[in-house]
């Protein structure tokens, strides 16, 4: 080891965080963990020069999230030249508001004795409460512009930095109209009891936040509507009586609180408000994660199941054999296969993103084929002539193969272009392959859900492998206006 890699230290190791609460004679520590990412702080190599034995404290009162920041460590670098320590605390004064930077003796003091700690509740309108494992949990709800939500969300959003790969900050600076259109779900526990009469019952587990975007419905009538208006308008518009698609921005459960479906019952709560918005008319998610992905077809996919959608669904097997000979020109339109105005119909109508709701139509119509004909080693094999087969599953296969294959070409149709004809048919092949894998890992997994009583699942990190693009942020809303940050999602 050289000298400078004594004095490097692992970010991710160096920084643990906790949640804490006021106890008799100290604050207790409820939960302690550590970040999963700091290269958005601390470089792509996530390492912090210039200490030995380093510790970064960041704590957060349970309830209020009030911040405290402790840098320890046993030996700093004493600067050469130009080569100096990080500074720690200068480094983090981007990412944390300046009450972090007080004393722990303050911050002590401060949840030792806030009085009102006790009578506390989460700003906003409480949504939904539920019971999970003997805890009592409760999804709360407010707008940005709430000046208690937003001093919460300033406070604990650097924690999307730490636990969501690429997810940014919100601009809390923005204008308020902007604001406006930022709503947030905050998932508290709310303790049965507390060893102190200034400890609050209510311990954060995570939050999500969602954005409206304004759009535009054009009509259709049989004659032309003619009306007066004056600019500006006599009463202020509110932006909630205007028909909006529903951005599901950043999603965050706390590490202590994996695996125990907490995910599930937050985005549920999200998804019955939404459709219960009659000015919402999509729900989208910006640049989901795997895990995100995940989640959110554990919860769609039984709720189109259960209330009937999923049951309308079918695929149509009696083709014309002429159109699924391997000859070129000849093709099977999706309007044979599908009935495409009753599917867009039902879309619509739950208010699901077009890329969202084919993977459900696909996923549904796979299940509905025998295990043994969509889970052979050499499909490709099995399916030659198999549209003129006898056997209904080798047929449903056959079809159900060119339904995808037809949905990833349109999607990546001007990258497959660029190649030769034999290999854009093999790589569009393949990422057929990989995607019939992964609906039978998600049918498998749902249904080890349903006998574990829908308890949460954990997927290991790491990226899929897919040929061609099939995993886009399903928002393709453009807008002028507003400081609007890219975010990730993800259900942890």
Same mark, same amino acid.
């Given at each position: 080891?050289?000298?400078?890699?004594? +004095?490097?230290?692992?970010?991710?190791?160096?920084?643990?965080?906790?949640?804490?609460?006021?106890?008799?004679?100290?604050? !207790?520590?409820?939960?302690?963990? /550590?970040?999963?990412?700091?290269?958005?702080?601390?470089?792509?190599?996530?390492?912090?020069?210039?200490?030995?034995?380093?510790?970064?404290?960041?704590?957060?009162? &349970?309830?209020?999230?009030?911040?405290?920041?402790?840098?320890?460590?046993?030996? !700093?670098?004493?600067?050469?030249?130009?080569?100096?320590?990080?500074?720690?605390?200068?480094?983090?004064?981007? +990412?944390?508001?300046?009450?972090?930077?007080?004393?722990?003796?303050?911050?002590? &003091? /401060?949840?030792?004795?806030?009085?009102?700690?006790?009578?506390?509740?989460?700003?906003?309108?409480?949504? *939904?409460?539920?019971?999970?494992?003997?805890?009592?949990?409760?999804?709360?709800?407010?707008?940005?512009?709430?000046?208690?939500?937003?001093?919460?969300?300033?406070?604990?959003?650097?924690?999307? =930095?730490?636990?969501?790969?690429?997810?940014?900050?919100?601009?809390?600076?923005?204008?308020? +109209?902007?604001?406006?259109?930022?709503?947030?779900?905050?998932?508290?526990? !709310?303790?049965? &009891?507390?060893?102190?009469?200034? @400890?609050?019952?209510?311990?954060?587990?995570?939050?999500?936040?969602?954005?409206?975007?304004?759009?535009?419905?054009?009509?259709?009538?049989?004659?032309?509507?003619?009306?007066?208006?004056?600019?500006?308008?006599? $009463?202020?518009?509110?932006?909630?009586?205007?028909? @909006?698609?529903?951005?599901?921005?950043?999603?965050?459960?706390?590490?202590?609180?994996?695996?125990?479906?907490?995910?599930? /019952?937050?985005?549920?709560?999200?998804? !019955?408000?939404?459709?219960?918005?009659?000015?919402?008319?999509?729900?989208?998610?910006?640049?989901?994660? *795997?895990?995100?992905?995940?989640?959110?077809?554990?919860?769609?996919?039984?709720?189109?199941?259960?209330?009937?959608?999923?049951?309308?669904?079918?695929?149509?097997?009696?083709?014309?054999?002429?159109?699924?000979?391997?000859?070129?020109?000849?093709?099977?339109?999706? =309007?044979?296969?599908?009935?495409?105005?009753?599917?867009?119909?039902?879309?619509?109508?739950? $208010?699901?993103?077009?890329?969202?709701?084919?993977?459900?139509?696909?996923?549904?119509?796979?299940?509905?084929?025998?295990?043994?004909?969509?889970?052979?080693?050499?499909?490709?094999?099995?399916?030659?002539?198999?549209?003129?087969?006898?056997?209904?599953?080798?047929?449903?296969?056959?079809?159900?193969?060119?339904?995808?294959?037809?949905?990833?070409?349109?999607?990546?149709?001007?990258?497959?272009?660029?190649?030769?004809?034999?290999?854009?048919?093999?790589?569009?092949?393949? &990422?057929?392959?990989?995607?019939?894998?992964?609906?039978?890992?998600?049918?498998?997994?749902? *249904?080890?859900?349903?006998?574990?009583?829908?308890?949460? +699942?954990?997927?290991?990190?790491?990226?899929?492998?897919?040929?061609?693009?099939?995993?886009?942020?399903?928002?393709?809303?453009?807008?002028?206006?507003?400081?609007?940050?890219?975010?990730?999602?993800?259900?942890?």
């Amino acid at each position: 080891m050289d000298e400078q890699d004594a +004095w490097s230290t692992d970010a991710n190791e160096a920084i643990e965080i906790s949640i804490v609460q006021a106890a008799p004679s100290s604050p !207790k520590t409820l939960s302690t963990f /550590h970040p999963e990412f700091t290269y958005p702080i601390f470089g792509e190599q996530e390492r912090i020069f210039g200490y030995q034995g380093l510790r970064i404290n960041l704590r957060f009162s &349970a309830h209020l999230l009030r911040p405290n920041l402790e840098v320890l460590y046993e030996k !700093k670098f004493k600067a050469v030249g130009d080569t100096k320590a990080t500074d720690i605390e200068q480094t983090l004064k981007e +990412w944390t508001p300046e009450v972090a930077f007080e004393k722990i003796s303050v911050f002590n &003091a /401060h949840i030792q004795d806030d009085g009102t700690a006790n009578d506390w509740r989460p700003p906003g309108q409480l949504l *939904e409460g539920y019971a999970s494992n003997g805890r009592s949990l409760e999804i709360w709800y407010g707008e940005l512009t709430d000046p208690a939500v937003q001093k919460i969300i300033e406070r604990i959003q650097i924690l999307i =930095s730490l636990f969501i790969e690429g997810g940014t900050p919100l601009n809390l600076d923005d204008q308020d +109209w902007t604001l406006a259109r930022w709503h947030v779900y905050f998932l508290y526990e !709310k303790l049965s &009891a507390t060893s102190s009469p200034n @400890a609050s019952p209510y311990s954060i587990v995570g939050y999500s936040t969602s954005y409206r975007f304004v759009t535009y419905l054009p009509r259709h009538p049989s004659k032309p509507v003619i009306s007066d208006f004056t600019l500006p308008p006599s $009463k202020p518009l509110a932006l909630s009586s205007l028909p @909006a698609r529903t951005r599901i921005s950043q999603f965050l459960i706390l590490p202590p609180y994996h695996g125990q479906g907490h995910g599930t /019952h937050l985005y549920n709560a999200m998804i !019955k408000t939404f459709l219960a918005d009659p000015n919402c008319i999509e729900i989208t998610v910006e640049d989901p994660s *795997e895990q995100f992905d995940d989640l959110r077809d554990f919860c769609d996919y039984p709720r189109l199941l259960n209330n009937g959608v999923l049951g309308r669904v079918e695929l149509n097997t009696d083709i014309d054999p002429k159109l699924s000979q391997r000859r070129p020109g000849i093709r099977v339109p999706t =309007s044979k296969l599908l009935q495409t105005k009753k599917l867009e119909a039902l879309r619509i109508e739950h $208010k699901i993103a077009p890329r969202q709701f084919a993977r459900l139509v696909e996923m549904h119509l796979y299940s509905k084929i025998a295990p043994h004909v969509r889970q052979a080693v050499n499909p490709d094999a099995r399916l030659t002539q198999k549209g003129r087969s006898s056997n209904p599953d080798d047929k449903a296969f056959f079809y159900w193969r060119l339904l995808v294959k037809q949905r990833i070409y349109k999607k990546n149709k001007d990258v497959l272009m660029q190649l030769d004809r034999q290999e854009r048919g093999e790589k569009v092949n393949e &990422a057929v392959g990989e995607q019939a894998g992964d609906y039978e890992r998600l049918l498998r997994k749902m *249904e080890e859900r349903k006998e574990k009583g829908g308890s949460e +699942w954990k997927r290991e990190r790491g990226k899929r492998k897919t040929i061609v693009d099939d995993d886009d942020d399903d928002d393709e809303d453009i807008e002028m206006g507003g400081n609007q940050k890219r975010m990730r999602s993800e259900p942890l």
